[in-house]
């Protein structure tokens, strides 16, 4: 960890000077096909990954790159546009870095959105996903090496990582709304393969109902440093059962996800209408 303590301020310094002192209370992260949520910002401050001090640049073609700070329902948030991925070439420390940068502009909850396959039948292609718990099969780790204590505890506690009273309020609001939409385990595995089928059933028997390429990470590091978070994920392809799986290309889960990312923004606004902070 040494010395991004040091990146971390150096940055907020930076951004706090670009963006007149903005603070936001919540942060979001949107996954492949899921930016658009980025028009229903009004947004006062878009600035380019490329320009901000220590992040990485996204390279994957459905990401925008950018950080987005502005107001949504009324609440000041701030949103990235596009996320970096470990199949990427990042490391584990680089692309969960701008979570810590966001906690140290002031948000305490963080929305992480992604696409994801089905690894259950009754988990369809274009339904959301609430994630309520994960399994991390990712060869890497964001708290590997010296533990900063500025930033978090040496071992973090992973219990009450997903905030069950969000789980069942976005679950009432896609109820209202005739949103398909479960609860679900997210297994997160590096990619950038989809999974052969033989995988795809391994993880429905352990305890799996969705799989993905990112949000782990990031999760982890923000429960490093106490921060709140709320996940969710758009099934793009069914990994399970066999007879389900088809051929994907990355415009397939694109497509899927572009369709899908209404039925998520809903949530999300329904989420962050009524929410207190503490
Ligand atoms: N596996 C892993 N990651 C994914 C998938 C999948 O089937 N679909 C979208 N992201």
Not at 107 to 126: D, E, Y
Request: hydrophobic share 40%; glycine share 8%.
């Amino acid at each position: 960890m040494k010395g991004i303590y040091k990146d971390i301020q150096e940055t907020i310094s930076w951004i706090k000077h670009k963006t007149n002192h903005f603070t936001p209370e919540f942060g979001i992260i949107l996954g492949t096909g899921l930016s658009n949520l980025t028009d229903q910002i009004e947004i006062s401050y878009a600035i380019d990954y490329a320009d901000i001090p220590h992040f990485p640049v996204s390279t994957v073609k459905s990401h925008k790159g950018q950080l987005i700070l502005g107001m949504f329902e009324g609440r000041k948030v701030v949103a990235m546009a596009g996320r970096f991925h470990y199949y990427e070439g990042y490391s584990m420390k680089q692309l969960t870095f701008p979570v810590r940068v966001m906690k140290f502009l002031g948000i305490s909850l963080l929305f992480v959105s992604n696409a994801a396959g089905g690894l259950s039948q009754h988990i369809q292609t274009g339904d959301l996903v609430i994630i309520r718990d994960h399994i991390n099969l990712m060869p890497e780790h964001p708290l590997r090496g010296q533990n900063d204590s500025k930033l978090g505890t040496r071992f973090p506690d992973l219990l009450h990582t997903y905030d069950k009273e969000m789980i069942q309020k976005a679950l009432d609001i896609a109820r209202k709304n005739n949103i398909r939409c479960h609860a679900g385990v997210y297994v997160a595995v590096q990619g950038p393969n989809l999974e052969t089928p033989a995988e795809y059933r391994y993880m429905n028997r352990i305890g799996g109902d969705i799989v993905g390429m990112s949000t782990v990470p990031e999760i982890i590091v923000a429960k490093h440093m106490d921060l709140k978070v709320f996940a969710m994920s758009v099934c793009t392809d069914m990994g399970y059962p066999f007879e389900a799986i088809k051929v994907t290309t990355e415009d397939d889960v694109i497509e899927v996800a572009r369709s899908a990312e209404p039925k998520m923004t809903t949530i999300v606004r329904g989420i962050i209408k009524d929410y207190k902070l503490l």
